[in-house]
């Protein structure tokens, strides 16, 4: 199991930029697949982007596509997204997740962290 802990949310204007990190406990990390998910207000938990365990294949939602990037640093145990180019509808609680098998179900995902918001408003 993999502890998870996320930090960088915050307010931002329309257009600006944030890079979410994910700290992760245990000496595992680099054999987990990790995920970023957003949950919007009334919304459900929708998928933003996953990475393999090393790093070498990422995947994103259509709606961020271009403008996040995932990334990650098993050295320090860290996952990244960094938001470019926001929209007041990325606006949303942002949750990394880390499992065995990677992909766009929340449900692949075991482990999660308690979540950071962004704010995307002028």
């Known amino acids: 199991q993999v502890q998870l802990v996320e930090s960088g949310g915050g307010l931002v204007q329309p257009g600006g930029s944030l890079r979410l990190s994910c700290a992760a406990s245990?000496?595992?990390?680099?054999?987990?697949?990790m995920g970023w998910f957003r949950e919007a207000p009334g919304k459900e938990r929708e998928f933003v982007a996953y990475i393999t365990n090393r790093g070498g294949i990422t995947l994103y939602a259509d709606s961020v596509k271009g403008r996040f990037t995932i990334s990650r640093d098993n050295a320090r145990n860290a996952g990244y997204l960094q938001m470019n180019s926001l929209k007041s509808e990325d606006t949303a609680i942002y949750y990394c997740?880390?499992?065995?098998?990677?992909?766009?179900?929340?449900?692949?995902?075991?482990?999660w962290g308690q979540g950071t918001q962004v704010t995307v408003s002028s």
């Open positions: 245990g000496r595992t990390f680099s054999t987990y697949y």
């Open positions: 997740g880390a499992g065995r098998t990677g992909g766009r179900s929340a449900l692949s995902y075991p482990n």
